[in-house]
Antibody
Framework: EVQLVESGGSLVQPGRSLSLSCTAS????????MSWFRQAPGKGLEWVGF??????????EYAASVKGRFTISRDDSKSIAYLQMSSLKTEDTAVYYC??????????WGQGTLVTVSS | QSALTQPASLSGSPGQSITISCTGT?????????VSWYQHHPGKAPKLLIY???KRPSGVSYRFSGSKSGNTASLTISGLQAEDEADYYC?????????FGGGTKLTVL
């Protein structure tokens, strides 16, 4: 069964950093790009960014709202994608989801991990 | 990248058909046949409904169908059921990343 599990969400103060993990199973992780999304309270889903597979250079793209503060990386040997978030703001409070990305088709999705940015 | 434009909300009665539109540009929706649609029930993981404009993954009901004309993609739900009440999102591939819709809240009356 193809499965994604996010972890690392917690309560963090504004300005601090936090790293999320997305552990994959049931497919050849290295063959796929991986995307991160978030959903703030009362808001819609927002695409955060993605990382291409190593076959495509392992390069990354980000939404304007997080560019320069968030970094996506991957460890294909462990089948894990990471979302490193720095200079966190209260508006970064959200449930964060990871998803397998195949030319912009996102499937499956994890259950999400909650990040709360508050003093 | 600007978000794809969807109606904020729609409603329909059981048994009816509804269509959700998703408008982008020639750089995303109009330029590629990589439009997908997702259903999201609060508290659950989003679910892929349609990919590559009109393809339906295994296990997704035939009541969901997708199409595209120019820069606008559409998701049609036929035979509306109570469990279809959810948020729906469209997405498109772009050469520089991904672009997502703002979401449509579907209410089944």
């Amino acid at each position: 069964e193809v499965q994604l599990v996010e972890s690392g969400g917690s309560l963090v103060q504004p300005g601090r950093s936090l790293s999320l993990s997305c552990t994959a199973s049931g497919f050849t992780f290295g063959d796929y790009a991986m995307s991160w999304f978030r959903q703030a309270p009362g808001k819609g889903l927002e695409w955060v960014g993605f990382i291409r597979s190593e076959a495509y250079g392992g390069t990354t793209e980000y939404a304007a709202s997080v560019k320069g503060r968030f970094t996506i990386s991957r460890d294909d040997s462990k089948s894990i994608a990471y979302l490193q978030m720095s200079s966190l703001k209260t508006e970064d409070t959200a449930v964060y989801y990871c998803t397998r990305d195949s030319v912009g088709t996102f499937d499956p999705w994890g259950q999400g991990t909650l990040v709360t940015v508050s003093s | 990248q600007s978000a794809l434009t969807q109606p904020a909300s729609l409603s329909g009665s059981p048994g009816q058909s509804i269509t959700i539109s998703c408008t982008g540009t020639s750089s995303d929706v109009g330029g590629y046949n990589y439009v997908s649609w997702y259903q999201h029930h609060p508290g659950k993981a989003p679910k892929l409904l349609i990919y590559d404009v009109s393809k339906r993954p295994s296990g997704v009901s035939y009541r969901f169908s997708g199409s595209k004309s120019g820069n606008t993609a559409s998701l049609t739900i036929s035979g509306l059921q109570a469990e279809d009440e959810a948020d729906y999102y469209c997405s498109s591939y772009t050469s520089s990343g991904r672009v997502f819709g703002g979401g449509t809240k579907l209410t089944v009356l």
